[in-house]
T-cell receptor, first 110, second 115 residues
């Protein structure tokens, strides 16, 4: 069954700290994996896109990694800011379909 | 460059009615995808249109349909509304130069409430 699971479900960290969000998938055949950031009440914003051959991709303070063998991805946020408070969604594409993770709700506190 | 726009932003309908949502993609983008987002199910893919043709379709009943016009604008229609159709409907556009690595840009969404 093609599924995407994210952990943790929610996370609270202090401003300036780093954190790592996890995404495990059982999707096959794999096409690409995307991480999105979604602020409350807004549409998602693309952070990174990775294909099978890529194992790391950075976008500013966001760094995504992909291990296609273990079917795991992580999103590392460095030196968190209050504006990082949002839901982070992992999306895996396969064939002409896609599966969304339930998201990790990140709260950054001052 | 203007972003993806969706109209209306909010909509209230009653069961059994039908609804049409509109999406205007970023200028130059030829692909428009639609998604449904609910607290219980999260984000789910509805369908994608490219050059006026439906390219991909998610696992939704036939009550959900869409179309794309020659100017890439897209509409989504839901007939015979059910309470469970209450959701945020998101539209995303992309250039579709490279399907596997294309960046999608989302609109703000249309919040549909079915009473």
């Amino acid at each position: 069954k093609n599924q995407v699971e994210q952990s943790p479900q929610s996370l609270i960290i202090l401003e300036g700290k780093n954190c790592t969000l996890q995404c495990n998938y059982t999707v096959s055949p794999f096409s690409n994996l995307r991480w999105y950031k979604q602020d409350t009440g807004r549409g998602p914003v693309s952070l990174t896109i990775m294909t099978f051959s890529e194992n790391t991709k950075s976008n500013g303070r966001y760094t995504a990694t992909l291990d296609a063998d273990t079917k795991q991805s992580s999103l590392h946020i460095t030196a968190s800011q209050l504006s990082d408070s949002a839901s982070y969604i992992c999306v895996v594409s396969f064939n002409n379909d896609m599966r969304f993770g339930a998201g990790t709700r990140l709260t950054v506190k001052p | 460059k203007a972003g993806v726009t969706q109209t209306p932003r909010y909509l209230i309908k009653t069961r059994g009615q039908q609804v049409t949502l509109s999406c205007s993609p970023i200028s130059g983008h030829r692909s428009v995808s639609w998604y449904q987002q609910t607290p219980g199910q999260g984000l789910q893919f509805l369908f994608e249109y490219f050059s006026e043709t439906q390219r991909n379709k998610g696992n939704f009943p036939g009550r959900f349909s869409g179309r794309q016009f020659s100017n890439s604008r897209s509409e989504m229609n839901v007939s015979t509304l059910e309470l469970g159709d209450s959701a945020l409907y998101l539209c995303a556009s992309s250039r579709r130069d490279s399907p596997s690595t294309d960046t999608q840009y989302f609109g703000p969404g249309t919040r549909l409430t079915v009473l």
